[in-house]
């Protein structure tokens, strides 16, 4: 398994601006994962990150808007840019360590007025 | 492509009860299956998973499910439930060649004094 953690846990945020969410893990993992979980509904695969290689999204989400760094095998960030209301959700990032089950972290709670 | 299905957005038990989640599933390949939970303003954690070993998988907190091909189906059950088992669970697959996750869209599980 893995410890994951988040920064921030939660934020509201102005339309037009941009937020940066950290996902750390407490040992080095290759493959990393965003999602998103827009209200009530379930979670949604936004890209894999993985260390040495461009970040890979699913169709619907673009580079421009949701931007990853992956510097290290123990970190990550996201960046939701030019936020709107729609954009209220809550963010988790996950691993999967040996290639079989992805842990998550507790996720960031985005509220865009 | 792969999918799930999970056949009840609501379930209510009395404590006490036997609760059942369904989940019917599909697959191109050989899946990997898993359950995991979300409890009120947490990240998911998992409960059990399938990768292609016994049928009747085991897991945490007296929950268990047990793999169906015939029906494609992996059915959640526990005995006796519990006021801390409301929660939202989520039925989730795998293809294995990817490392991708497809989540079905939630049981939300109350449980009645």
């Known amino acids: 398994s893995a410890v994951i953690s988040q920064k921030p846990s939660r934020d509201i945020c102005q339309r037009g601006t941009s937020l940066t969410i950290q996902c750390q893990v407490d040992?080095?993992?290759?493959?990393m994962f965003w999602y998103r979980q827009q209200p009530g509904q379930s979670l949604t695969l936004i890209a894999t990150?993985?260390?040495?290689?461009?970040?890979?999204?699913e169709s619907g989400f673009v580079i421009d808007k949701f931007p990853i760094s992956r510097p290290n095998l123990t970190f990550s960030t996201l960046t939701v840019s030019n936020m709107s209301p729609e954009d209220s959700s809550i963010y988790l990032c996950?691993?999967?360590?040996?290639?079989?089950?992805?842990?998550f972290g507790p996720g960031t709670r985005l509220l865009v007025l | 492509a792969q999918s799930v299905t999970q056949l009840d957005s609501h379930v209510s038990v009395s404590e006490g009860t036997p609760v059942l989640l369904r989940c019917n599933y599909s697959s191109s390949y050989s899946p990997s299956l898993f359950w995991y939970v979300q409890h009120p303003n947490k990240g998911l954690q998992l409960l059990l998973k399938y990768t292609s070993a016994a049928t009747l998988v085991k897991g945490i907190n007296g929950f268990e499910a047990e793999f169906k091909k015939s029906e494609t189906s992996f059915h959640l059950t526990k005995p006796s439930a519990h006021m801390s088992d409301a929660a939202e669970y989520f039925c989730v697959v795998s293809d294995q060649s990817d490392y991708k996750l497809s989540f079905g869209a939630g049981t939300t599980v109350t449980v009645r004094a």
């Open positions: 996950s691993v999967d360590p040996a290639g079989e089950t992805q842990y």
């Open positions: 990150a993985n260390q040495g290689s461009e970040a890979t999204y």
């Open positions: 040992s080095q993992v290759t493959m």
